[in-house]
DNA sequence: TTGAAAGCGATACCAC
DNA sequence: GTGGTATCGCTTTCAA
């Protein structure tokens, strides 16, 4: 066997078997363009050579093909795994990915940012999907000014940009409802985070203003809507920031409300497993949910159904397939889809009448 | 405004702004090489030429180096979602690539491969992690062939290739020796699938050893060891397959044992997420588990610990993270690691002494 | 079928 | 700081 050349590449092959390098390349890019028994041979040849097959990166070059979405996460990717409605998403862009053979290139961009404008030149992709990052985010125009297929979810401002998500103020206007019909007018609001990550406890209104998050501002103004329609004041409304999404936060967090003297009859919570939180700090301390106190939460992550847990169901899982095709199959220049899927209110145990 | 060429590149603004190709290229790549003004020179005349920035996919081929890891999956990628333990251990990986500005590109490779291998041949990567690849599967060569820095997890089988996992065999034995220790004698085993996925039922002894999963093996073997050693014939021992690995599946599979004459009296699950299955079907019967029957998990996912489940915890985290680092700086050609990790054996509330 | 030539778009090295 | 020059490794006409 020969020492193996430090460097084998197309042309040692064809050198080595003595075709030319064309023919080296259809055997692996195009098997019916030879005969077979030369196919094997030059495998062979390639396999004694240590040649590793056509270069990735000189081929996606030459070919202009990437063979992968590139997925851009504001939170850190560790963070982003941790919530089953992005992993629902993530499974829903994923399902159309594998159909194409297609790969899912995860790129992180957490707060304290920088590094990361390379990982986002750097990707080597066929578009990209922004998922959650939020308005003027100088990823944005980085990943604008690329020219490649786009899609945002959940965040929508940006008018040039394809959307898919959900109309978040009317679907939070249906929990809202829900809430103030059931007769509650003494409400708190559980937020993941208001401006910035990381700061936990009450946010007045102008902060919850503040955030560059439109969905969070689309929720909020979704309960809104629905508590002042019953005269309930805004400001009467204790909006809590866990820090993060995350049940343990959100549980930490609920002592803001709960362990007060006037405790809501009924929280919100912007999202399911903030809303697992609650529950679990209502467990706590002895409160019967759905009688004592309703919760209700938003998304219909799966752990939802077995907590028995009333919410806004949104599709996730669709929502990323959708995000999905739009990148493969970008729609036709100047046009830019603007979709919003359904929504459905999900009553289950942890709502009830206000209690006496 | 200049109407925007078909097709702007670096030439294109070296010539507007009346330098040099290098300077363009600096301009992007080491700001430290021209004095600032001129680099916002550049970048004017790039954004009113629509120039994208510098090509990714030329780039990594000139520089050699993708900014992205590989990570293989045998499952179709909404499948490894959905297990939290496949998310903890894609965080741990996504902890370790985020702190050096890399990407995570997975690519998935179901069953019914094919259209796949062009996946593997077409990543743009620095490495690879294989999650669960069996052993023989034919991804496995070609991606080695690919001479990039490589690990496996779990499954252990080629000698060549770094690994990273547990020792699969001692710590289901701990699970098992506990559930012996408890004086069960009657014992159930709950699978995901034996040979090839979607069969479920029980599984005879030949069927078990056919599996090309060696972790699983491995668990089984555990299981077994510690049973013998207390007299029970393996034989004896109803293995059962859900079919795939989701808790509904397990739930439903466990009528195999839960509804016949002759129950177990423990249930051994060689993973949480079948394991809160069978929690579930004991739940819907009205047994209470830890009395009338004994459930032991294995991994220790967040979940068990909400269920009280008793399982053998895994560090998932850690495991991605070694994963991560192995490949971002492989260690010297010649040494091939093989990274054993702690395991150790959770007692909380689903297990207990026999009924009598 | 096969081969020769022409790029794909960018970066590194080295003098100037 | 700057600008030539030489690749990086492959695919793709187009003719033979």
Redesign the pocket.
Known sequence: MDSRAK?A???TV?DEV?????????A???PD???KA?RERIFEAARRLG?P???AA??S????RAGAIGLVFTETLSYAFADPYSVGFLRGVAEVAEESGTGLLLIPMPPGTGGSETAVRDAVVDGFCLYCVPVGHPAKELIRARGLPLVTTDESDDPGIPYVGIDERASARLAGEHIARLGHRRVAVMVDHVSGPGMSGPASVEEQLATDCSDLRGRLTGYRDALEEVGVDWRSVRVVAAGRNSRSAAAAASAHFLDVADRPTAVLAIGDVLALGVLDACEQRGLAVGRDISVAGFDDVPEAERARLTTVRQPMGEKGRIAGRLILQPPEEGKTPHIELPTELVVRATTGPVPH
Chains 1, 2 share one sequence.
Do not use: C, E, F, W
């Open positions: 460097k590449t197309l042309q064809a003595g075709v030319s390098r064309t023919t080296v390349s259809n692996y890019g195009r363009q030879l005969n030369l040649y097959g056509p270069d000189a081929r070059l030459r070919r202009g």
